[in-house]
């Protein structure tokens, strides 16, 4: 049996709770799940069986591929692709039961011109409401929209969710509003991601569809005090030595000892997601205590200095880097990055582990 040198531990019964929780909040809404980008990192099949073990039944992912892997579960469910057609015959999604969410009106011309050859067919609609990706606009809207398509689904994406005061949200808000005023019959109106949800009742429409929240990430929102954290990632100690006084750690020499040190050199590097922001400032966490990076993050390892603990810690043991009480909002917030990116940078390479 391989002891991987890097785990990623995943709690999937917190991310049951987050999600029975989100849906409480949007009670009176369906409460859908984002799992594109192999479900954020932590692995695309595990969430997709405990979030439907859950009731969830809607689940929103960007790519075919993805829908497609999704499907090979033969379950019960909507499965919306996000980027739509991505030029992919339609018999791809009537075949397998796979929702397109159209983006722009060459898109709606041709699910229009075909859709009588495919009796499955469900597809929706993006309105964009001030984001400026993917989606038509209320007027593109307008020129091409006919009564006879039934829409599954119409979208749009808030852009400042995880910002409350934020103006923006309300004008979004009212755009989507407009667009639904012009008696489209969607079966489902959604407009809230996972921030989108704490805004209040009037973003919930018919759907909500959380993303990283499921996950743990919380933006230092309000959210924080409502979600679990997920995951926990953690380094094997593969050597541990002792640096003299005035050596260097690392490339470039840009960490430098001032006294005899004692270091362990753990099994995980940017080459698994820990980003390289880390050199010199960020932790490793041993039994609640915690200890420094030291030089630069490498491919393949990071040095951590244990002098101030090193009888209690021993070769073969790990080390967490993301643990419950340094999450990966806190990573992100020292990578000058969202957490988002923290856990969609989590590499193949790191072994899942499920909880």
């Known amino acids: 049996m391989i002891k991987h040198n890097a785990i990623l531990e995943v709690s999937l019964k917190n991310l049951a709770y987050n999600y029975n929780k989100l849906s409480s909040i949007a009670n009176k809404s369906v409460c859908a799940a984002t799992i594109k980008a192999d479900a954020y990192g932590i692995g695309v099949i595990k969430t997709f069986e405990t979030l439907y073990k859950n009731k969830c039944r809607h689940f929103f992912v960007a790519t075919t591929e993805e829908a ?6 033969k379950l019960l469910a909507n499965v919306y692709v996000l980027n739509g057609l991505e030029g992919n015959e339609l018999s791809i999604f009537n075949n397998n039961n796979i929702i397109p969410i159209i983006n722009d009106k060459d898109e709606y011309s041709f699910v229009s011109k075909n859709i009588k050859k495919y009796k499955k067919l469900k597809f929706g609609i993006h309105i964009d409401t001030g984001l400026n990706r993917l989606g038509l606009n209320v007027n593109d809207l307008l020129k091409i929209y006919s009564d006879k398509n039934k829409i599954h689904i119409l979208i749009s994406h808030l852009s400042s969710a995880d910002e409350k005061k934020n103006n923006y949200n309300i004008l ?14 969607a079966k489902y109106n959604s407009l809230s991601n996972s921030m989108g949800i704490i805004l209040g009742n009037n973003f919930h429409h018919d759907l909500v569809r959380p993303g990283i929240s499921l996950y743990g990430g919380h933006f230092n929102t309000k959210m924080k005090k409502i979600i679990k954290p997920v995951i926990s990632l953690k380094g094997k100690i593969l050597q541990i030595k002792t640096i003299s006084k005035n050596e260097f750690v690392g490339y470039n020499q840009t960490y430098k000892t001032n006294k005899k040190i004692k270091v362990a050199v753990l099994g995980i590097g940017y080459a698994d997601g820990i980003s390289r922001v880390l050199s010199n400032k960020g932790h490793a966490y041993f039994k609640k205590k915690t200890f420094k990076i030291l030089g630069r993050v490498s491919m393949d390892s990071i040095t951590v200095d244990i002098s101030k603990n090193d009888k209690s810690i021993k070769v073969g043991e790990y080390m967490e880097i993301i643990n419950h009480l340094n999450g990966i909002d806190k990573i992100a917030n020292q990578c000058n990055t969202i957490c988002d990116e923290i856990l969609t940078s989590i590499s193949k390479r790191v072994k899942r582990v499920y909880l």
């Open 68 to 73: 497609l892997e999704i499907r090979k579960k």
């Open 172 to 185: 979004q808000n009212k755009k989507f509003k407009e667009a639904i005023n012009l008696k489209i019959n």
